[in-house]
């Protein structure tokens, strides 16, 4: 039987996605040959690549504004580091919500100068910093827009005029934002897009080349951007299916369409956190994430009880990060909201046991 699926990463595809998916590794599209052993050259590879970089523009309103998509490997942690390469010239500003915001400053450290504009690291990041300022004479700020560890989520993001970088692995697609106050957006699939191995870099073209420093290729947004992002092989089989989970994202009315089930679900989720008296939210109300809800036990004696309920129900992934604690209910796109609705149901009952 089908688990109620509410891992943080890598998480859940929609059904359709993995039937398809799997077809492919067996014999693509009727050809007698499977995916991943064809050239990813062919005219049925270069196809596929082409269309998924046309549906990261397309869904996020960023066509014909001087963004190009990428496909890439090595994880948003290698964003890290690649974004500091291709921007840092003298000084950065970063946003500290979390461990990613914090593995993020520590890469771009090693090549420059990095200031923290802010940060929520006294509070175990429970909360996201506001009304801090950016210096206008650094060369970018860097936010993480979801904290899927903490369960917070920038609702808005601050005026900026210099380049403007968001780490969005684990919300991308799940609501509607004005996308292009982003110059580089960058996300691992494999929270709401696809499996792992692949890296989504959307980039604004104009604000590359201005750095000194000398780039190795692997790193250099402008020779993946000329190379149409096949500058080396591409994890083929992540972005056929992340170019599958975009069609379905689409199908589905694209990001508004699917905006309104993820704030269903995230409704649904927290009022019963709230209600309940046996749980407690952790994070600030105002910063809670649509798509990481994070809260514990207030009696940790009713663990075991609620731990072997929840696996009776089918309830798989919603053990909490070790730096929190507790339960984290990740809530991505392909989440359907029945199951929700199996978690708050397990978790009313527990309240009436107790
Ligand atoms: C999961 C995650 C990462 C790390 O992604 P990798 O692909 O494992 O490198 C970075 N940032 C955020 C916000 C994440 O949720």
């Not at 090693?110 to 210096?135: R, T």
């Not at 919300?171 to 989504?200: E, H, V, W």
């Not at 392909?334 to 978790?347: F, T």
Request: with cysteine.
């Amino acid at each position: 039987m089908k688990k109620h699926n509410f891992s943080a990463g890598p998480s859940i595809l929609p059904q359709e996605v993995l039937l398809k998916a799997s077809e492919a590794i067996v014999d693509y599209d009727n050809s007698g040959l499977s995916l991943i052993e064809i050239s990813h050259r062919s005219k049925a590879f270069v196809d596929v690549m082409e269309k998924a970089r046309a549906l990261v523009l397309e869904l996020l309103g960023l066509e014909g504004k001087g963004y190009k998509a990428l496909f890439l490997q090595g994880g948003a942690s290698s964003q890290f580091l690649m974004v500091a390469m291709n921007l840092l010239e003298k000084r950065a500003g970063y946003l500290n919500t979390g461990a990613w915001s914090q593995k993020a400053i520590k890469e771009a450290k090693l090549l420059d100068d990095i200031y923290e504009v802010a940060s929520s690291g006294e509070a175990n990041f429970n909360y996201i910093p506001k009304g801090y300022d950016i210096p206008s004479d650094y060369d970018y700020f860097h936010c993480t827009s979801n904290n899927t560890i903490f369960g917070t989520q920038m609702k808005a993001f601050p005026k900026c005029d210099i380049p403007m970088v968001c780490d969005m692995s684990s919300d991308i697609f799940s609501r509607q934002l004005d996308f292009s106050q982003f110059d580089i957006i960058y996300a691992g699939a494999q929270k709401n897009m696809g499996p792992a191995g692949t890296t989504l870099v959307v980039v604004k073209e104009d604000i590359l080349g201005k750095v000194s420093r000398k780039i190795p290729s692997i790193m250099d947004y402008k020779i993946h951007i000329k190379q149409g992002s096949m500058f080396n092989t591409p994890p083929v089989f992540a972005v056929y299916t992340s170019m599958l989970t975009l069609e379905w994202l689409k199908g589905l009315g694209g990001i508004p369409g699917i905006e309104i089930e993820n704030e269903k679900k995230a409704r649904l989720m927290y009022s019963e956190i709230d209600l309940n008296p046996l749980f407690k939210g952790f994070a600030m109300k105002e910063d809670r994430s649509d798509m990481n809800a994070t809260f514990n036990l207030v009696n940790d004696n009713l663990k075991d009880t609620f731990e072997t309920m929840l696996k009776e129900a089918g309830i798989s992934g919603v053990n909490g990060h070790r730096s929190v604690g507790g339960y984290r209910a990740s809530m991505y796109n392909a989440l359907p909201l029945d199951s929700v609705k199996a978690l708050v149901e397990v978790m009313s009952e527990l309240e009436s046991k107790a």
